[in-house]
């Protein structure tokens, strides 16, 4: 089996539909299996892979179990060389499966690799990052750190910190050496432990212009709110304790504190001058800083 997909899904059947067309017609030259985890949807994603997919492999938890813990469910049961994460809310363009799995068999020492990645509008979204270091969010805090696409404009491959888990190209003799996704992460922040650990193994993390997958963005987090906001932060900072301690993840919670609350009273002054859109902006704020106690890790990593 050259390549085992896998998509994790919650409530984005329209989204999975289009994903899952581009993905059959882009595995016409390869070996592959596509897997669907399904995390409790209510939407009638069921109903849909049944009667238009009936061979994808299906997952159906009956609750959301987190993006790690679904991928995990899949990935134990993998066969394929190398193994792809595809959020639903993507759409592969052409022969980039077959191309990034020639790319992997080419590049026998590299662990994990990001393709190419646009936004729906073409042009190109940042997919490699770095670590969020407490320098690069104090930064963040006091608005001296500007949204950044590494990879973007780059033609030739390069090595990353962190790849993004919308289209993450993982192979599978690695991932046996390093282990699956850590649990403890609910919905952000698995990918960037699992290329930090994938990297200390001496594996390669790469960025590589390998095809184009657009990723739409949003899909499932949605429907979250401010709570999006709140799980970012809880697994910002259960990165830094897992990697750096508890004192580097107390730094981290409460630069993140800060960021939150003085966004908050910054865009409540807006409102006040009726700044068009302040008072959105404002209210979410404030509902990440009322949840913030929410954002420490209940348990360590594991």
Not at 68 to 88: F, I, K, M
Request: aromatic content about 8%.
């Amino acid at each position: 089996m050259d390549l085992s997909i896998i998509i994790v899904n919650w409530n984005t059947c329209a989204l999975l539909r289009d994903c899952l067309t581009s993905v059959f017609t882009g595995t016409e030259q390869l070996e592959a299996e596509v897997w669907v985890v399904d995390n409790g949807s209510t939407d009638g994603s069921l109903a849909m892979l049944a009667e238009e997919f009936p061979t994808v492999r299906l997952i159906a938890n009956q609750e959301n179990r987190g993006f790690a813990a679904a991928n995990n469910q899949a990935l134990a049961q993998a066969t394929g060389r190398h193994v792809l994460l595809l959020n639903s809310d993507t759409v592969v363009h052409g022969s980039v499966l077959a191309d990034a799995v020639s790319w992997l068999d080419v590049h026998p020492g590299a662990g994990i690799l990001g393709p190419r990645i646009l936004n729906a509008d073409g042009s190109v979204q940042g997919s490699a990052s770095a670590f969020p270091s407490l320098y690069r969010l104090a930064r963040q805090t006091l608005a001296l750190h500007k949204a950044e696409a590494p990879n973007a404009g780059l033609t030739r491959p390069h090595e990353a910190q962190v790849i993004s888990g919308c289209a993450m190209f993982v192979r599978h003799a690695a991932m046996s050496q390093v282990g699956l996704l850590d649990e403890a992460f609910f919905f952000y922040g698995e990918e960037t432990d699992w290329c930090r650990r994938f990297a200390r193994a001496g594996w390669g993390v790469i960025w590589a212009p390998v095809g184009e997958i657009t990723h739409f963005g949003g899909g499932s987090v949605r429907r979250l709110n401010h709570r999006r906001d709140v799980m970012l932060t809880e697994g910002t900072v259960r990165l830094h304790r897992k990697h750096h301690g508890i004192g580097a993840a107390m730094a981290c919670y409460a630069l993140l504190a800060l960021f939150n609350a003085s966004r908050a009273v910054g865009w409540a002054g807006m409102a006040g001058l009726r700044k068009p859109g302040a008072s959105a902006r404002a209210r979410h704020f404030a509902g990440v800083v009322t949840d913030f106690a929410k954002a420490w890790p209940a348990e360590a990593s594991r």
